[in-house]
């Protein structure tokens, strides 16, 4: 058998962060994407992604927290480390796997939640896992375990271009307690500002606004997204990597290294049999 | 543009009747399918079924609440009135399609409970739409419209065998109230007996009681869940259909007209694009 976990893309975020795992999280709006990652389970130990053995402490919780002994084989369509939340998206798929292979009859929400814990306790997302269970633009309203977020998303039919850059750290970021704060301030704010009007020029102005405003786009970012913009297409970064997400980009995109195009994901984790 | 949402069969369940549409639904498990139903706009009036123009007051109901006017064409995997959740179903795909085709901008939870709405005005469904915004066996913890339901749910991989026997009338059985009290009391109980023990065999095994204690299941259908259940299979009644899901029942369904297959669906509604 095999699990399927979509990834996702962050347009904009605050962070909430509490003793208990799952009262830890974010509110923002995140993107899933038709690509992402899928688990199997298999006989020899280890965590393997695209044929490679990995140290994946993500996954490594997963396997643990649920009490099993395996090893678990990971294909990701996208690369890890640059905003698609591809270790949330490992993690949400190997729960459902093990769960699956183990006979271990827990419910999506409780599998979810250990995918979620992972990723808080391994300082890896804070709010992927939440998104990663439902597909289309998700809206998470209020912060925790996908047990306890609220949500709502919106189904659209868009085609997106991504370039990834680099790798982005987020060390430095959430030490600096005045950024976060900022962050948080503007990231709770556009939630409600994109509520009111919920259609996809808005996502990219507010996602566009929030990477300038927070000092996240850094100047390389920020010269791609204008050539975008200049061109008739809709561009900002994702959050967080050194990445773009766009509209009607493919062919300036080009021009800075080798994009590739996801369609909105329609749905979340799942069993492809 | 098309959307689609998937069929869903019932399994047990417990009525909650309110003054308001929002608060009124129930509380059960249901199966969604991988076949269901798919909305497209159209500029023809009307709605067409299957190229047939039907009288579909529950799909009226949505058309006229978003307040567009326009035709819709849908296409049904599986028959109507036989307990498949198909008015649910072109409910919520009309709904997400209208959505996207008048760029109303509504959110995934406001278009559901506009299906769930149309489905309590027009007597069609009491909890349909909550699970087919879903995939997997959907348990309906807390009834209410899908913006207030609380709900879990199991992403297993399952095979169903499905036969029809015709149509089953829910009018004389709701206005039971002394029928509706114990329908009430074994769905609601059973509802946490499933999720003590959350797996295939436990699910069929308190359809069937519920099904049997409910006197539900007339004699005909009982005789094929025994013969069913004679050759090795699992087997029950479909809420509130006459007709028969079962685990490795083809070949006596067969017997008895002609069964069709459908896997666990694992998606609610989506855009097909």
């Given at each position: 058998?095999?699990?399927?976990?979509?990834?996702?893309?962050?347009?904009?975020?605050?962070?909430?962060?509490?003793?208990?795992?799952?009262l830890?999280?974010?509110?923002?709006v995140?993107?899933?994407?038709?690509?992402?990652?899928?688990?199997?389970?298999?006989?020899?130990?280890?965590?393997?992604?695209?044929?490679d053995?990995?140290?994946?402490?993500?996954?490594?919780?997963?396997?643990?927290?649920?009490?099993?002994?395996?090893?678990?084989?990971?294909?990701?369509?996208?690369?890890?480390?640059?905003?698609?939340?591809?270790?949330?998206?490992?993690?949400?798929?190997?729960?459902?796997?093990?769960?699956?292979?183990?006979?271990?009859?827990?419910?999506?929400?409780?599998?979810?939640?250990?995918?979620?814990e992972?990723?808080?306790?391994?300082?890896t997302?804070?709010?992927?896992?939440?998104?990663?269970?439902?597909?289309?633009?998700?809206?998470?309203?209020?912060?925790?375990?996908?047990?306890?977020?609220?949500?709502?998303?919106?189904?659209?039919?868009?085609?997106?271009?991504?370039?990834?850059?680099?790798?982005?750290?987020?060390?430095?970021?959430?030490?600096?307690?005045?950024?976060?704060?900022?962050?948080?301030?503007?990231?709770?704010?556009?939630?409600?500002?994109?509520?009111?009007?919920?259609?996809v020029?808005?996502?990219?102005?507010?996602?566009?606004?929030?990477?300038?405003?927070?000092?996240?786009?850094?100047?390389?970012?920020?010269?791609?997204?204008?050539?975008?913009?200049?061109?008739?297409?809709?561009?900002?970064?994702?959050?967080?990597?050194?990445?773009?997400?766009?509209?009607?980009?493919?062919?300036?995109?080009?021009?800075?290294?080798e994009?590739?195009?996801?369609?909105?994901?329609?749905?979340?984790v799942k069993?492809?049999?």
């Open positions: 058998m095999t699990f399927f976990a979509p990834a996702s893309i962050t347009c904009f975020f605050s962070v909430h962060s509490a003793d208990r795992p799952y830890s999280g974010s509110t923002g995140g993107i899933t994407l038709d690509l992402g990652a899928r688990a199997t389970i298999c006989d020899e130990g280890g965590v393997r992604v695209n044929g053995t990995w140290d994946f402490p993500t996954v490594d919780y997963v396997i643990e927290k649920l009490g099993c002994d395996c090893g678990v084989d990971i294909e990701m369509d996208v690369p890890a480390g640059c905003g698609f939340g591809m270790s949330g998206a490992s993690a949400l798929a190997t729960a459902f796997e093990i769960n699956q292979a183990f006979d271990l009859r827990k419910s999506f929400f409780e599998l979810a939640d250990v995918a979620h992972a990723e808080i306790m391994c300082k997302g804070m709010g992927d896992v939440v998104c990663q269970c439902y597909g289309g633009v998700v809206v998470r309203k209020k912060p925790g375990s996908p047990s306890r977020a609220v949500i709502d998303r919106f189904l659209w039919k868009m085609d997106l271009d991504l370039l990834t850059l680099g790798p982005f750290s987020t060390q430095g970021l959430l030490k600096d307690e005045e950024g976060v704060a900022h962050i948080n301030e503007l990231g709770g704010r556009y939630v409600g500002v994109f509520l009111e009007n919920p259609q020029e808005n996502l990219f102005k507010l996602s566009r606004i929030f990477a300038t405003e927070t000092e996240l786009l850094d100047s390389r970012m920020e010269y791609i997204v204008q050539k975008v913009e200049a061109r008739g297409g809709l561009a900002s970064m994702i959050m967080l990597g050194r990445a773009i997400f766009a509209i009607n980009g493919f062919e300036v995109l080009q021009e800075f290294g994009p590739f195009r996801a369609s909105l994901g329609q749905s979340g069993c492809l049999g």
